[in-house]
């Protein structure tokens, strides 16, 4: 257990506080780290015995002993008011008796709670009531005299007590391998962050019998529980991931960027002294992978992708956007290391409000903001924007994120990747490959072809090529290609104003995700394309700063 939750009870103890509330799912751990602190004279000066009460055991005294009479609430704080000798009072569920929902209000219990305040307040002996419940739930008349204590989740420490419990319990018995080392048994330990330790043991137990050996393929079930954390909170969506960084065709200045930090969490980066990374803001040209990117990255970390939907933390009753948010954080940092994808952030934050809103979207933003720079937790934020402009330069300045990249149009070697990348992944079965040879040279014709193209234009035009080649029940031709490539008009001609635009910005604002071993040396255009004219492409390679990593 931290050490900072012991020392805030033990001063609320010495302080004499007469309620306090602990909101926890582990009644378990609770009760353990408050019967150490109230027994421990260096603590708290003067020892003092816990009693814990529930509805189905009555209230149970410190020798273990129930004492009769006290499976109702309203007696069980009666008993507790008539103790004069020092005592912490551990009540459990008593949030049920507070009404709500469609449960009926018990008004008696709401004033001995008050009634108990005032006497244990009053009193020579040193009591205090300790209320423990999964849910934050006080009636308006007791918010004056309930203290809210934060119980955090386990520890990494006390997560990897566990692990090392379960590999010792099951290593000798011939039936699980362990298949991990040091850092592998961090990793998985680091992994189930975020989880009690019930659900800890549980996802280690089902890794284990998944199919008898515990590696570090793992760390996927780990996940699994988490995702059940993100479902319940409603607020973020865990995305699955099924492509990696080798999965994008260009962009490796960017790629070898991310390469760098990852592992960038794990305790020997702390001792290289490095903090973990807050995150990374990609803009650009719509359709060239920004989106694709935040899934790869997220896959080769093996670290669970969040996405945060700002529409979803504006949505609801008036006044809940801010705590919306705040939850959503929450659950974020409650699964960490993980990777926080906030898609197009500028339709959520452009302009940093509107004052239509009475202040409701500053108000988020600058949670948001405030949270970027004062994070913690190892939550890698990654961030997407197609009309950056909009964005308020408060979210730009350093310190927020690491880096901002700039993804322009692809350049002929990274068109030719994208090619072999959408083809290769589609042309898995002989007869729909045909005779087509997927070599240099039908890529280098397509990338020529393709000048001007997005990838996702590239992959439509594959995806064309191939809804030719099925209307026909035929393999796929080589011109069936190039016919989708030159019916295409692409966003460089329909939107090249706007691409314009952004490439001004990012010139000095953003550095280039392109590799500069990729950059097209001439920078004109090709003209291969007849149904498209030189002069409406923009060039292949304009924006961002050319930085290497």
């Known amino acids: 257990m931290a050490r900072p939750f012991r020392e805030a009870l033990s001063q609320l103890l010495k302080a004499r506080f007469p309620i306090l509330y602990i909101e926890s799912y582990e009644e378990h751990r609770v009760v353990a780290e408050v019967t150490a602190v109230a027994r421990d004279a260096a603590l708290v000066r003067t020892p003092r015995g816990v009693w814990t009460w529930s509805a189905t055991e009555g209230l149970i005294q410190p020798d273990g002993t129930a004492r009769k009479g006290t499976s109702s609430p309203a007696d069980a704080l009666s008993a507790a008011m008539r103790t004069d000798e020092p005592g912490v009072f551990i009540f459990k569920d008593l949030h049920a008796a507070y009404g709500g929902g469609d449960r009926p209000r018990d008004p008696e219990v709401v004033r ?7 006497a244990f307040k009053s009193g020579m ?22 203290t809210i204590v934060d119980f955090p989740l386990p520890t990494e420490v006390e997560i990897r007590a566990v692990l090392e419990g379960m590999i010792a319990a099951n290593s000798t018995s011939g039936r699980i391998r362990i298949a991990v080392d040091e850092v592998g048994r961090e990793k998985l330990a680091k992994a189930a962050l975020g989880l009690t330790l ?62 760098k930090r990852d592992g960038s969490w794990l305790a020997e980066a702390a001792e290289y002294g490095l903090p973990a990374p807050r995150g990374v803001l990609i803009t650009g040209v719509p359709g060239c992978g920004k989106s694709l990117t935040a899934k790869a990255v997220a896959a080769a970390w093996g670290l669970p992708l969040l996405r945060l939907d700002i529409g979803r933390v504006f949505a609801g009753l008036v006044g809940s956007s801010e705590q919306n948010l705040r939850n959503a954080i929450r659950t974020a940092e409650a699964s960490a290391p993980c990777l926080l994808w906030v898609d ?10 509107s004052a239509g809103d009475s202040g409701t979207s500053s108000r988020v933003f600058g949670t948001f903001l405030t949270w970027m720079q004062e994070k913690t937790e190892p939550v890698f934020v990654v961030a997407t924007a197609n009309n950056i402009e909009n964005l308020p330069p408060e979210l730009l300045r350093k310190g927020r994120f690491d880096e901002i990249f700039f993804v322009d149009l692809p350049t002929r070697a990274e068109r030719e990747s994208i090619w072999a ?41 594959v995806v064309a090529g191939l809804f030719d080649a099925f209307s026909e029940r035929r393999a796929l031709r080589k011109d069936d290609l190039t016919r989708a490539v030159v019916n295409m008009v692409p966003l460089s001609v329909t939107q090249a104003e706007r691409i314009s635009a952004v490439r001004a910005w990012a010139e000095m604002r953003a550095v280039a995700a392109t590799a500069a071993e990729d950059w097209d040396p001439a920078g004109g255009m090709s003209a291969a394309s007849p149904s498209i004219r030189p002069r409406d492409l923009p060039p292949g390679h304009g924006g961002g700063r050319k930085i290497e990593f």
Request: proline share 2%; no cysteine; aromatic share 4%.
């Open 421 to 461: 990348v959408h083809i290769n992944k589609r042309l898995t079965r002989p007869a729909v490959a045909g005779e087509l040879a997927v070599g240099g040279g039908l890529l280098m014709e397509l990338s020529e072809l393709s000048h001007g193209y997005s990838g996702a234009e590239i992959e439509q035009a």
């Open 112 to 118: 001995r709670l008050r009634d108990l305040a005032a």
């Open 344 to 353: 197009e952030i500028e339709k959520g934050f452009a302009g940093g409000g």
């Open 125 to 146: 002996a040193a009591r205090t009531l300790v209320l423990v419940s999964p849910v934050l739930q006080l009636p308006v008349e007791l918010e004056k005299d309930v």
């Open 198 to 259: 019930q659900e800890a043991e549980n996802a280690f137990a089902r890794a284990m019998v998944n199919d008898g050996v515990l590696d570090l393929d793992d760390i996927a079930l780990v996940h699994e529980e988490k995702r059940q954390i993100v479902r319940k909170a409603g607020l973020l969506e865990f995305v699955d991931v099924e492509v990696g960084l080798n999965d994008i065709g260009g962009l490796e200045n960017l790629k070898r960027w991310l390469r």
